[in-house]
């Protein structure tokens, strides 16, 4: 079993930061591939960034492609997301996943976090 637990949300202006965490509990968090989803209100579950059992691979969805910087902390068994140049069509709840599958699709997460909310004030 493994439990994810983010930290970091909250309000910023629109062009601000924000850096989330995720702290996993399980010996073998190496052996997981992380992930960031978030579903803002009203709309489905999307994915956000994708990262390898290293690091050395990371993939982003098109509309934080350059503005987040996904990273991972295998000795501290975390993951991060840093988020620059926020947008207010950014604002929606975070949600931190942990899976076998170095994939986009929710399908392919095996352990979710509660998420974390991140709001984008214009």
């Known amino acids: 079993q493994v439990q994810l637990v983010e930290s970091g949300g909250g309000l910023v202006q629109a062009g601000g930061s924000l850096r989330l965490s995720c702290a996993a509990s399980?010996?073998?968090?190496?052996?997981?591939?992380m992930g960031w989803f978030r579903q803002a209100p009203g709309k489905e579950r999307e994915f956000v960034a994708v990262?390898?059992?290293?690091?050395?691979?990371?993939y982003y969805a098109d509309p934080v492609k350059g503005r987040f910087t996904i990273s991972r902390d295998n000795a501290k068994n975390t993951v991060y997301l840093q988020m620059n140049s926020l947008k207010p069509e950014d604002t929606a709840v975070y949600y931190c996943?942990?899976?076998?599958?170095?994939?986009?699709?929710?399908?392919?997460?095996?352990?979710w976090g509660k998420g974390t909310l991140v709001t984008v004030s214009s």
């Open positions: 996943a942990a899976g076998k599958l170095y994939s986009v699709a929710t399908s392919s997460v095996d352990y």
């Open positions: 399980v010996r073998t968090f190496s052996s997981y591939v």
């Open positions: 990262i390898s059992r290293s690091g050395d691979s990371t």
